[in-house]
């Protein structure tokens, strides 16, 4: 392995210089700039730098990263068992117990002892571009994850907090459907409550719902829901209340996360957790929904991907499997150097 330092870059913000790590969320309301990466199962790193620079992300260099063989992935539920998940969940639907539940897939293939999640994020800057897009490399605190997320978290500016949840997917515009519309407004119903338990009563509001967005080889369904937060509540409080994000769990959230528990085989990691950063001296921050999300495993050599589809009563187990291949083939494409032989299609 690579003697690699310490970095994060967001956007055109290059941190370096590693300060400390910690897993308190109080630390985001103190001094400096950190980046945050929340695992799916609750493991929180924040780590803080003492220098942030305007860099663009460097244009990828031949042979720095060497990754995996397309026919080289391997996923955690295969075919069969993810469409029996599907079936499942719709039983449990049916049954009264949830309305909609995200179930994933996390997909792993070996990659060399030199692999630099960073490399990976100059490919995706230009395979896959997306306007949350992040790096986090801390080889010394098990963080080294390279995401090309559409999707927004938590934004805060100040009291300001607005999340943008992501729900329906399709190729194109005319491939959405009545369940894609009805998924997003049970989701944001969700999201307006979570926030709202630190926000100020009748803040909370839903400024755009089910916009159409379009990113690279596919659409999706964003809405936004914006509140102002309470007297008293910070970064802890928030995380608190809105974690994990409910557009990758399922409402309501209690059971879609018993229910997930039971039918999925693999943590999911930074996979639908939160990845961003915080600028405690101006008391700002954004963090993004861990999707499109690669992370590299140093104890295994594996370069992990996470994929996966909400499902409700209307949902095709067949319908939904497509799903999870179409948001996860223009990324593996990319990372494992056949983007450029795979046409716009992906």
């Not at 080889?139 to 080294?144: N, R, Y």
């Not at 509140?227 to 059971?255: C, D, I, N």
């Not at 018993?258 to 039918?263: A, H, K, N, S």
């Amino acid at each position: 392995m690579l003697d690699l330092p310490p970095l994060a870059r967001f956007g055109d913000r290059l941190a370096t210089g590693l300060l400390d790590v910690t897993d308190d969320p109080t630390a985001l309301d103190s001094r400096g700039l950190w980046a945050v990466c929340a695992d799916f199962e609750g493991r929180l790193t924040c780590a803080r730098f003492a220098e942030v620079r305007t860099r663009a992300v460097p244009a990828p260099v031949p042979g720095a990263w060497r990754g995996p063989a397309a026919g080289d992935w391997t996923s955690s539920l295969d075919r069969a068992a993810y469409t029996t998940g599907v079936r499942r969940i719709r039983e449990h639907i049916a049954a009264g117990e949830v309305y909609q539940a995200n179930l994933c897939r996390v997909l792993s293939a070996p990659v060399p002892a030199d692999a630099d999640v960073d490399a990976l994020t100059a490919l995706l800057a230009r395979g896959n571009p997306a306007p949350y897009a992040g790096t986090i490399r801390l080889p010394g605190h098990g963080v080294e994850v390279a995401t090309a997320s559409p999707e927004l978290f938590l934004r805060r500016d100040g009291r300001v907090v607005e999340s943008g949840p992501i729900k329906g997917t399709g190729r194109t515009e005319a491939d959405l459907l009545e369940k894609d519309h009805a998924e997003n407004v049970m989701i944001v119903d969700l999201v307006r409550n979570d926030i709202g338990q630190v926000c100020e009563p009748g803040s909370v509001s839903v400024p755009d719902l089910c916009a159409v967005e379009k990113h690279p080889g596919l659409v999706h369904l964003v809405s936004t829901v914006r509140g102002v937060l309470r007297a008293g509540a910070g970064w802890a409080e928030l995380l608190a209340a809105a974690f994990p994000p409910g557009s990758v769990t399922g409402a309501p959230k209690s059971s879609a996360l018993r229910i997930i528990d039971t039918l999925e085989t693999a943590p999911r990691g930074p996979y639908c957790g939160g990845i961003g950063w915080v600028d405690a001296d101006r008391g700002v921050g954004e963090l993004a929904v861990g999707i499109r999300t690669f992370w590299l495993d140093r104890e295994t050599g594996t370069l992990r991907f996470g994929t996966g589809a909400g499902i409700t009563w209307g949902s095709d187990p067949e319908g939904e499997w497509r799903e999870t291949e179409l948001k996860a083939s223009r990324l593996l494409a990319v990372a494992s150097g056949a983007y450029e032989h795979s046409g716009e299609g992906l």
